[in-house]
């Protein structure tokens, strides 16, 4: 099955203790991206990537790290988490722009930093 | 960052009524994308519109490209229960190869018994 795989679900942490969340596509998509959702502000783009070594920032990248060393994998990194990165978070990948672009999203992780 | 205006923010509506919602921007897309999110989970694409003008079918819902390129309509005719949930435009700023895929904050759909 053609899937956007995140790990964990649901993760609760303290304040400065360095976490990854897992990303996986299965689809050899060549864009992934990582978007956080707060009430009353919809989905924003953390950072996201075109293609293997190749990242850039979204609209709120402070507070996080990415890499993509591998086409399918695209973790997403807090080196400090703080309260204020409470969030619910998505992974979703896409093909290149053109007739099939549109973002496949994972099913989210639900971060909570206490 | 740049944000897309989508109206309404909510919507109640009774089984069986045509819904419609709209997503405007100050500058020009390339795409608008429209994605429902059922709770807990994550967005699903419904339909993607690539061409200024386009207008795009999925079953009983309907999307039309604005011929400005900076609007998008979503239509949803003779709506059911599972058609509740919240409903995002999205869409891509500028020339192709710009990935920074920006999301309105979204329609809330309820239906009442």
């Known amino acids: 099955e053609a899937q956007v795989t995140q790990n964990p679900r649901y993760l609760i942490t303290v304040t400065g203790k360095k976490l990854t969340v897992t990303c996986s596509q299965n689809?050899?998509?060549?864009?992934m991206s990582w978007y956080r959702q707060d009430p009353g502000l919809g989905l924003r783009q953390i950072y996201y990537?075109?293609?293997?070594?190749?990242?850039d920032k979204g609209d709120v990248p402070e507070g996080y790290k990415v890499s993509r060393k591998e086409k399918r994998n695209f973790p997403l990194i807090l080196e400090s988490p703080s309260p204020n990165q409470t969030s619910l978070y998505f992974c979703?990948?896409?093909?290149?722009?053109?007739?099939?672009?549109?973002?496949?999203f994972g099913s989210g992780t639900r971060l909570t930093v206490v | 960052g740049q944000q897309l205006n989508q109206s309404p923010q909510s919507m109640f509506i009774q089984e069986g009524e045509d819904v419609s919602m709209n997503c405007t921007s100050s500058s020009i897309f390339n795409t608008w994308l429209w994605y429902k999110q059922d709770p807990g989970e994550g967005p699903v694409l419904l339909i993607a519109l690539y061409k200024a003008g386009e207008l795009t079918s999925n079953g009983r819902l309907t999307a039309q490209f604005g011929i400005t390129r900076k609007d998008s309509f979503l239509n949803i005719s003779a709506s059911i229960p599972s058609d509740v949930g919240i409903y995002f435009c999205a869409g891509t700023p500028g020339n192709f190869g710009n990935e920074k895929l920006t999301f309105g904050t979204g329609t809330r759909l309820t239906i009442i018994p």
């Open positions: 689809m050899n998509h060549e864009y």
């Open positions: 990537s075109m293609n293997v070594e190749v990242t």
């Open positions: 979703a990948s896409s093909r290149r722009q053109g007739a099939n672009y549109g973002y496949t």
